[in-house]
């Protein structure tokens, strides 16, 4: 794999990304001169520099900018700051600047929860069941209360525990005994959201912590206040909001922009908008204007985390992943492209403007030049909602020449962590249980989960051909973000993909008709994993923490901060995590080996890195086995080793399973 170049040169300077689709959506617009980040790599003049890729460039104040050369006396830098003092205080502003995006995003969340409970949103209290349950677990008594007045208290509290200075987040409270025990002792147990963040920015300020152990305490610290703070509040809320998700059918891939409809795509990752834009493309009125102008309806697509969001809740189709954004543009069979927060390249603005569609921002966090801004409220959320969709109708008329490619996959998707008990458990005995027992049965060997970006500095597939790889050996793979949406396109999250599981893993899925991978949603809902592996621990028989268990992440293609937050609370929370194509402590051996080997004495759990599928799984497989062992589980379970002829077998789903379960409506 180059990671240094994301495609290859003797392809007639066509660009190559990671799919077949873009490739035929490049292929078709070539002459329309769309330009997309693929080009972009190629057009540099220049590779990554080490110091910035190995986090040794300090420029945290103006004596600098300083490179440094881990134990070369004359590369350290001006005020003296050696390479494992910058290395810590860079990873620490990464997870700074992660963990910063999820709780903007989750602060959004509730707000609009509280604007929804007190009747002043088009939204509502879709899951009381929810509302109830969290409520208790809060320590909020829900009886005889109205669903409305409950969720004002529900929203009060935790809103507080943005501002809050001191004690723990509550929601930490739900993780294992001894693991909140380690937090409290390590002095990692979060105490408020956003404080986490700003003394994490000022401990890396120039002068102030120059202990690269206590900088990457506070690294983990801050990255708890996202997992187990900020991105669970999201999460939970979202849901209680809009209801939790349940298996469902839909497609993935840009096939799903329609050649009849107007075609609205939803990029960010703010759920208010994108559901506000599902509630308005149902209206009558808007279906008939819609009509008016030659067009059937709309068709609403998400990319990126909004579309795993909507996607997850109402069966809505994703166009494309991260790596896809600008590709789905380069159809020009797009109307408006609408946009709040977060991984949106600024590179869709020109893109857009190659073709009849009108890119609209909606958050005054994100603005962007060639775009119109519309300001999104949720209190106007459908009038809002409804002005966009009439500036895509507008729009329709003018689509000029096009292509929409043919590749979509069916997917069935949708489950969080409730959903796992029941399908798992069954309704009436919603559990964990049937989960563990088979991994210590030996059918599944383990549980790992597929997360984050792609990117496109790296020329591989990775999700794909791992997923392949951990579910023939029995590994039962759980997926999020654009991870997901690319596993979805390539087939896996669908139940045929079955044929290319392990006899263990088969057999137990068959028996409930799931997909091999589950998809858990976007970014934020990897809170969903920590509270399946906290529900794994309680249950018993696979230990008594999350450290205990054969689980293990990784996030193959990182490219956003967000990762990086999400890794190290995955790390904290006592689940091993493999990350790549690299590691960005990489110039300082000394603050990586601490990553990678001193952390399982604090954590349980290390960071590691691999750049292969191949790699990746032995890591992962090697990982779990380790923990089986450790479990006394270790009865000899041959290990699939994969040739290329293998993986060729693998590559197209054989013969459909009929009948199998997970469908959800349509
Ligand atoms: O939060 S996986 S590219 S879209 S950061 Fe961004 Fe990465 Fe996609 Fe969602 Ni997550
Ligand atoms: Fe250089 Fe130190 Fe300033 Fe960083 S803080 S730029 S290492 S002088």
């Known amino acids: 794999m180059d990671t240094s170049k994301r495609f290859d040169k003797g392809n007639g300077g066509c660009p190559k990304i990671q799919c077949e689709a873009n490739i035929d959506v490049l292929c078709q617009s070539c002459a329309s001169g769309v330009v997309t980040a693929a080009h972009r790599v190629e057009l540099r003049a220049t590779e990554p520099c080490l110091f910035g890729k190995g986090g040794t460039c300090c420029r ?186 349940a298996p469902i059918r839909t497609k993935v891939n840009i096939g799903v922009l329609k050649e009849d409809e107007v075609n609205v795509t939803v990029h960010g990752h703010e759920p208010v908008l994108a559901e506000a834009l599902a509630m308005a493309a149902n209206d009558p009125e808007i279906i008939a204007e819609a009509k008016k102008v030659g067009a059937r309806g709309i068709n609403l697509a998400g990319v990126c985390c909004t579309g795993n969001e909507i996607l997850m809740r109402r069966g809505l189709p994703i166009a494309g992943s991260f790596i896809q954004q600008e590709v789905v543009l380069a159809t020009g069979a797009v109307e408006v492209m609408v946009v709040d927060v977060q991984c949106i390249m600024q590179g869709v603005s020109p893109a857009a403007n190659r073709y009849h569609t009108e890119l609209i921002t909606t958050s005054e966090r994100a603005k962007m030049a060639g775009a119109t801004h519309i300001q999104f409220e949720e209190h106007r959320a459908l009038d809002v909602a409804r002005e966009i969709l009439r500036r895509a109708i507008e729009r329709y008329p003018r689509r000029g020449e096009h292509y929409i490619p043919i590749y979509q996959a069916d997917v069935v998707a949708g489950f969080s962590h409730e959903t796992i008990n029941y399908i798992l458990g069954g309704r009436f005995r919603a559990s964990y249980r049937p989960l563990n027992d088979n991994i210590a049965n030996g059918r599944i060997r383990g549980v790992a989960a597929i997360v984050g970006c792609d990117n496109y500095r790296v020329f591989d597939e990775i999700h794909v051909e791992l997923a392949k790889e951990l579910i023939a050996n029995d590994v039962l793979v759980v997926v999020t973000g654009c991870a997901a949406t690319g596993v979805g396109r390539a087939g896996l999250l669908n139940p045929t993909a079955l044929t290319m599981a392990g006899p263990g893993l ?161």
């Open 506 to 666: 088969r057999e137990v899925l068959e028996a409930v008709g799931c997909p091999p991978v589950l998809h858990m949603g976007s970014c934020v809902d990897n809170s969903r994993i920590l509270v399946a592996l906290t529900e794994m621990a309680k249950i018993g028989g696979l230990g008594s923490d999350i450290s205990d268990l054969p689980a293990i992440g990784c996030a193959p293609q990182w490219m956003s901060e967000k990762a990086v937050a999400i890794g190290q609370y995955f790390v904290t929370s006592g689940a091993a995590v493999v990350f790549g194509p690299n590691f960005p402590t990489s110039g300082s051996r000394v603050v990586t080996d601490y990553c990678m080997k001193d952390m399982q004495n604090l954590y349980g759990a290390t960071w590691d890195v691999a750049q292969t599928p191949n790699e990746f799984a032995n890591k992962m497989i090697d990982k779990i086995n380790e923990k089986r062992r450790a479990l006394g589980l270790d009865k000899k379970k041959e290990r699939v080793l994969f040739d290329m002829a293998m993986r060729r077998e693998l590559g197209s789903p054989g013969a459909a399973l009929h009948d199998v379960g997970c469908h959800g409506p349509g």
């Open 60 to 245: 945290n104040c103006n004596m600098g900018p300083c490179q440094i050369i881990e134990g070369v006396d004359q590369m350290i830098g001006i005020c003296g700051a050696d390479a494992s003092t910058v290395a810590a205080r860079n990873f620490a502003r990464i997870v700074a600047g992660g963990a910063s995006a999820h709780i903007d995003h989750s602060r959004g969340v509730v707000m609009a929860f509280l604007a929804t409970a007190k009747g002043e949103t088009p939204y509502a209290i879709k899951d009381e069941d929810k509302l109830r349950e969290t409520a208790l677990r809060l320590g909020i008594v829900p009886n005889g209360k109205d669903k409305n007045d409950l969720a004002i208290e529900v929203g009060t509290l935790l809103i507080n525990e943005f501002g809050q200075q001191s004690g723990r987040l509550l929601f930490a409270g739900r993780a294992p005994k001894p693991r909140q025990e380690l937090w409290a002792r390590l002095g990692v147990m979060p105490r408020g959201i956003d404080r986490e963040v700003v003394e994490l920015m000022h401990r890396t300020h120039m002068g102030v912590d120059q202990d690269y152990r206590n900088i990457l305490f506070q690294a983990a610290r801050c990255s708890m206040a996202d997992g187990w703070g900020a991105s669970m509040i999201a999460t939970e809320l979202s849901d209680i909001m809009f209801g939790r998700p």
